[in-house]
Nanobody, 121 residues
């Protein structure tokens, strides 16, 4: 399984970006597709997840500004990011086939290479 993320870039605060991730090497419908990010000097954190059961969840810091969507037919997952803030700066990773257990999400074993998002004030 391989994931290829794209769409990162440099924007000013208030701007928008749309990240895309294509999955290859599998025809399975993953349980959970997700986006995670890692800011400089910080641990990787969950940003948004979309499960095959129809559950969609966001980190509190991005709720209302970001939208995750997936196209199973194309093996794609997207992250629309609006009203970007400098705190959104980081490397964004897509993740394949995570798990949703209770109120927690656990990432799957497969990660994209990451795409850098830089938001300036």
């Amino acid at each position: 399984v391989q994931l290829q993320a794209s769409g990162g870039g440099s924007v000013q605060a208030g701007g928008s970006l749309r990240l895309s991730c294509v999955v290859s090497g599998t025809s399975s419908n993953p349980r959970v597709m997700g986006w995670y990010r890692q800011a400089p000097g910080k641990q990787r954190e969950l940003v948004a997840v979309n499960s095959s059961a129809g559950n969609i969840d966001y980190a509190a810091s991005v709720a209302g500004r970001f939208t995750i969507s997936r196209d199973n037919a194309k093996n794609m997952v997207y992250l629309q990011m609006n009203s970007l803030k400098p705190d959104d700066t980081g490397v964004y990773y897509c993740n394949f086939d995570g798990k949703h257990i209770g109120s927690y999400y656990y990432p799957g074993d497969y990660w994209g290479q990451g795409t850098l998002v830089t938001v300036s004030s």
